[in-house]
């Protein structure tokens, strides 16, 4: 692989690495917000460096341009003072270390260990055609998945419905119980 | 070698979620390192796509569900923060010990 | 390419400008010493590189500063004044004036703010404006970027620079600024449904996300003076004034200009910004401007083909600036005829017309489609009437349901002093 390219990653990969972390240690939230902004934002770029364009482009659009929103307005809405509170870390704070330790060992024995792929497996171009054919279908075949994208519409007007109709306030179902 | 040194990537990247989610005592912070499991997960996907096996689609078009679909999750679990903030009046889940409501 | 001999193809032009350039810079790096001679693909591919991005910037940059004037005038005159006249001939340089003011201004930031959000809002804001630049072909051979899926892309560039908004509001320190922000990213994230909604149609019949083939879709005309633009069929008609409207308020301009009206909240999002900051921000809602109507016009208006096959001789790219400063004309005319809507109205519009209607547009344009292969006698007029049947009847039951709702709930009572 080419030596500049393989640069590109490592930067690419070294500053995902720090902010995954800082997006998960961090005090202020919004801070942890804005550094999980920049992971997605790193994560596409890796999708870009892959060769997948469009599934990079749709990280932005979907996780830059509205998870990450969500993400914000929901700690907006469920501030108790106006600062940036000192967000402790729980009690069990080794736990997650410890848990994840081995499965982190097991994963790098495993990808160590992995045979390098034949070389005749030519690095694909992913064009955008083939995407859609193998979605929706063509004269010639194709659309293998249009029932998972039936059924990821209906999932997705669900979840629309029932997190505005959760997060709406049901103060008059409050009052009928009190 | 590329292949394993994204795999590493994603590993680490997953195992950094994992700590966040099962440490930290916000709740939002919780579902962001949901995310940031979710999308080691993706990447495993597309790397393991693009470099052993490209002639099968499923390799591109799970990610792309998954991406779906992990929005529509995190609306729903961060409008679940919401009403349970509501309740609680805190979004601390060790203080979310309760069932009386 | 010798430029002495060939005759002069005003379509060719760019690329004749860019072949002298990269020639000239060639010439000029073979004066360097033998050792870095090795380097030369990699610089010659950065300085292609800026022969993209500096043309943008300067272009858009100076075409901001139009606008501006533009807007100025042309409010001035449609209110009966007249605008700025007093620095330079006629006031053309009231740009220039209105950019040093902002240079030389105290950049003043509260001193709870959050530097660094603070610092970066703007630019953030900036960076996502000028980013979608790059996919949009602006002539037959002005395409910076030709990216596959270009306009995926330039709904990524715009959905990220919403973030800078709420980086922005919060970053103040300021409660107002705080509400500001919450409710501009309500409206954004509302009206964005609206606007990818009304494209998708044009992917479906265009049958690619790349700009140039949505264009090159466009091209041809019916008796030699009506076009192909998408705009002339009923779903284009539609989806472009969809899109127009959506644009609106994904630019924050009236009517939907709630978020940074001087009356509502001081400044919204942008209280606490001053001096160059403050500029930067109102250069962002400027190009964001421009670029969505280059979209727009890439997507609906036939891109760079002239309306007429007798016009063909003018080169694309004049096609392509008329269109554009015909849109932003539009733009303008509509901040000074329209008058503002509420934060509730605005949200009731998105979700409970626009929405809709989109969603409707993209049946009939399937059903457009599928009646292409249409043979029999008086295809076209039953198309048309179909088409023009269904969006108009659609249209004008959510008219009237929309109507409705608010005329019902208004019903005024008065309460008069004892």
């Known amino acids: ?178 | 070698m590329e292949l394993k040194f994204c795999l590493f990537i994603s590993a680490l990247l997953f195992s950094i979620g994992f700590v966040g989610a099962v440490t930290r005592k916000n709740a939002i912070l919780v579902l962001i390192g949901i995310e940031l499991m979710l999308n080691a997960a993706n990447i495993n996907f597309i790397v393991f796509w693009k470099y052993a096996a490209p002639h099968d689609a499923g390799g591109l078009m799970f990610p792309l569900f998954s991406i779906a679909v992990a929005a529509a999750e995190a609306a729903v679990g961060l409008a679940l923060i919401i009403a349970a903030y509501r309740h609680f009046k805190t979004t601390d889940i060790s203080q979310m010990n309760r069932l009386k409501g | 390419m010798n430029l002495l001999t060939d005759r002069l193809d005003l379509e060719k032009l760019p690329l004749l400008l860019q072949q002298l350039v990269l020639d000239v810079f060639s010439r000029l790096f073979h004066f360097l010493p033998e050792s870095l001679l090795a380097y030369e693909p990699a610089v010659k591919s950065l300085v292609s590189i800026f022969l993209v991005i500096v043309p943008i910037i300067g272009v858009f940059c100076t075409l901001f500063a139009v606008v501006v004037m533009m807007e100025r005038k042309g409010l001035g005159r449609m209110q009966n004044r007249l605008g700025p006249n007093r620095v330079g001939p006629f006031g053309m340089l009231q740009p220039a004036a209105d950019g040093i003011k902002m240079l030389i201004k105290e950049d003043i930031v509260p001193a709870n703010a959050d530097h660094l959000v603070h610092f970066l809002a703007p630019c953030l804001l900036v960076l996502g404006s000028l980013i979608s630049f790059s996919v949009i072909p602006f002539g037959k051979n002005l395409l910076p970027i030709d990216l596959e899926c270009g306009l995926v892309f330039y709904f990524a560039g715009g959905a990220a620079s919403e973030l800078s908004i709420f980086m922005a509001g919060w970053s103040s320190h300021n409660k107002y600024s705080l509400l500001g922000a919450m409710r501009a990213l309500a409206q954004l994230l509302s009206y964005e449904i609206p606007l990818i909604l009304s494209t998708v149609p044009v992917v479906m019949l265009a049958s690619s996300l790349e700009p140039s083939r949505i264009v090159a879709h466009q091209a041809g005309y019916t008796a030699w003076i009506i076009p192909h633009w998408f705009v002339c069929t009923p779903w284009g008609a539609i989806g472009f004034l969809l899109f127009f409207i959506a644009s609106l308020a994904e630019t924050n301009r009236s009517p939907f200009d709630l978020p940074e009206a001087e009356s509502e909240l001081i400044a919204g999002h942008l209280t606490e910004y001053s001096g160059f900051k403050y500029a930067l921000f109102f250069m962002a809602e400027y190009l964001a401007m421009i670029s969505i109507s280059a979209i727009g016009i890439t997507l609906f208006l036939g891109g760079w083909h002239a309306p007429c096959k007798f016009f063909e001789f003018i080169p694309s790219y004049f096609w392509f600036g008329g269109k554009l400063l015909f849109l932003l004309w539009m733009f303008i005319w509509i901040r000074a005829t329209v008058p503002r809507l509420r934060i509730d109205q605005l949200m009731a519009f998105a979700w409970k017309f626009m929405i809709p209607l989109g969603l409707v547009n993209i049946l009939v344009a399937a059903f457009w489609y599928k009646s292409l292969s249409w043979n029999f006698e008086g295809h076209d007029f039953l198309r048309w009437g179909i088409a023009v049947a269904v969006l108009g009847g659609c249209y004008c039951a959510l008219a009237r349901l929309l109507n409705e709702k608010s005329t019902a709930s208004s019903k005024r009572t008065y309460r008069y002093a004892e």
């Open chain 1, 1 to 178: 692989m080419d030596f500049w390219s393989f640069i590109v990653l490592g930067v690419i990969s070294f500053v995902l690495l720090t902010s995954a972390s800082a997006a998960m240690s961090l005090s202020n939230l919004i801070h942890c917000a804005l550094c999980l902004v920049l992971s997605f934002v790193c994560i596409a770029c890796i999708y870009l460096w892959l060769g997948v364009e469009f599934l990079g482009f749709v990280q932005v659009l979907v996780y830059v341009g509205a998870v990450s929103i969500l993400v914000v307005f929901t700690i907006l809405l469920t501030r108790r003072g106006f600062e940036g509170e000192i967000i402790d870390f729980s009690g069990t704070v080794l736990l997650g270390p410890v848990l994840i330790l081995p499965v982190l060992l097991t994963l790098w024995w495993a990808v160590g260990s992995l045979p390098t792929p034949p070389d005749h497996i030519k690095t694909p171009v992913a064009h955008v055609a083939q995407i859609g054919i193998e979605l929706g279908g063509n004269e010639s075949g194709g659309g293998h998945y249009i029932l998972p994208m039936l059924g990821v519409g209906i999932l997705l007007t669900a979840a629309l419905i029932g997190g505005a109709s959760m997060a709406s306030s049901k103060r008059r179902k409050e009052e009928k119980w009190n």
